[in-house]
Each structure stands twice: as C-alpha cells, then as structure tokens.
C-alpha cells in the first residue's frame, strides 16, 4: 500500500518561495516516478514538474525556471522548490507516484500566493 503525504504549503506573497516536500511509504519510491501536479479553482489539474528515478526531470511551461523538483531515494522523499511565487501559482499541489501504469495521490496542499 503506498501512501504519499505533503507538507510544505501555505500562504506567502509574490515573490517568495515555498517548499513542498512528498514523504512515500511502500517499498518503491526508489524506481517509480515521481511528480507534482496542481489545481487551481475552477480549473483542471495541471503538470507541475516530474522527475524519473534516473533524476531526468520535466517542467510545466509556466513553471520552467522557477520551480525545482528533487528526490531523496534514502528518505523516501519527493520535493519542490518553488521560488519567484506568482498569485497564479495558487492552487492545491498533489505529490504524485507513477509506477507500473498506476497512479497515486496524495491528499494536497494549498499554496496560496497573495500580498
């Protein structure tokens, strides 16, 4: 059973930078592919960033050069490193697994961008 958990979300005015961190349990964090989507109101769920357990990495277009995804195989963990936050980087952020042809999800988190 793989259950995803996110952290890292909040409030934070444009211009700043967050960081969202994905904890995996289960036994194949190690050789699956991770990612990060978001959803904003009103709107569909989107790619954020995903990286491949080789660490190739692949970023939405408007989040190109701003955000950073990254994982640590020892700990389980996937992150993200949101800088230079915009108001239409506000949405919830799902941590994703994909392995085998099949999704996991985790329960999101919200990061709000506003002054």
């Known amino acids: 059973q793989v259950q995803l958990v996110e952290s890292g979300g909040g409030l934070v005015q444009p211009g700043g930078s967050l960081r969202l961190s994905c904890a995996a349990s289960?036994?194949?964090?190690?050789?699956?592919?991770m990612g990060w989507y978001r959803q904003a109101p009103g709107k569909q769920r989107e790619l954020v960033a995903t990286i491949f357990n080789s660490g190739v990495t692949n970023y939405g277009e408007s989040v190109k050069g701003r955000f950073t995804i990254s994982r640590d195989n020892g700990k389980n963990t996937v992150y993200l490193e949101m800088n230079s936050l915009k108001p239409e980087d506000t949405a919830v952020y799902y941590c994703n697994m994909y392995y085998r042809f099949r999704d996991y999800w985790g329960q999101g988190t919200q990061v709000t961008v506003s002054s």
């Open positions: 289960g036994t194949i964090f190690s050789i699956a592919v």
